[in-house]
């Protein structure tokens, strides 16, 4: 009788360009912590850019041969961060007039597709890590509702800088639970 180790985001060996994803998010938000006066539309044009990449590596996911029960999740995932990342890049005055809603919705959506792995994956032995990860997913989405709504820049400048660093860091998380485990 076959072991089957069955992931909610499914199994595969291009497990590393999740991780690459994962690490050049988390150098983005460092250098915008470091100098964020450069600028709020380089931001939002930057966080862009690496939401279409997402997107398109999501699609990958989705759409590859091993993929888990949690493919649809990648699915919509993808077209989603495609369709936020295709609008911030095409007008820099539309990204910077809407950045922290578009960056909300993204956030919320990853919170509950977290806790919904989460509560899939109870018979795992970290499976409260995800948990943990989806509330604050959620909370960081709410903060950028918060900042879009009074308009404050610093506010959305700080939150930027720890979305980049702390997603990046969700998304490695993820793509080691990707990684194909050795019969």
Request: aromatic share 20%.
């Amino acid at each position: 009788m076959k072991n089957f180790n069955l992931s909610f985001w499914g199994r595969t060996r291009y497990w590393w360009v999740v991780l690459t994803v994962g690490i050049l998010m988390v150098i983005c938000g460092f250098a915008y912590w470091i100098w964020p006066v450069s600028g709020f539309a380089i931001a939002s044009q930057l966080f862009g850019w690496l939401l279409v990449l997402a997107g398109i590596v999501q699609l990958c996911v989705a759409a590859g041969p091993n993929h888990g029960r949690g493919w649809g999740w990648w699915l919509a995932g993808g077209i989603i961060d495609m369709f936020i990342g295709f609008m911030l890049v095409r007008s820099v005055v539309l990204s910077e007039a809407v950045f922290p809603y578009f960056i909300a919705i993204i956030f919320l959506y990853w919170g509950i597709s977290a806790i919904i792995s989460s509560v899939s994956q109870r018979d795992r032995r970290y499976w409260w890590l995800y948990l943990i990860n989806g509330i604050l997913l959620m909370i960081i989405g709410f903060f950028f509702i918060e900042a879009g709504w009074v308009q404050d820049m610093m506010m959305t400048s700080f939150l930027t800088s720890l979305a980049f660093i702390y997603w990046g860091f969700s998304i490695a998380m993820v793509s080691y639970d990707m990684k194909p485990t050795r019969n």
